[in-house]
């Protein structure tokens, strides 16, 4: 690396760049359950629909319920916070499994 190539402003990483650096290895089962009958019943307007940054949440067009996508936590708890009515039962993934960050 020459000094010109040193001294340039790092490239500024959009969510997807970082969304590569995480490395899973996914549970066989959900670490994550949402009570659909308080679900249904949202005072939130559903943020969870938007406020996960991995899209953990997702509701199919023509279903009332959310579908849950584990696999892509970052488990970051934003979610469980987020529900105010505690529809989300979020635990940490068994020893192991879940999320590995490789840059810190």
Known sequence: ?????????PK?????DKLFTVKYNPAKESHIKVDNEICKKCTTNRICLTICPAKVYELEEGHTEVHVSFENCLECG????????NAIDWRCPQGGMGVCYRFG
């Open 1 to 9: 690396m020459n000094i010109e190539e040193a001294l340039k402003e």
């Open 12 to 16: 500024k990483l959009t969510l997807e």
């Open 78 to 85: 934003t979610c469980r916070v987020a529900c105010t009515d």
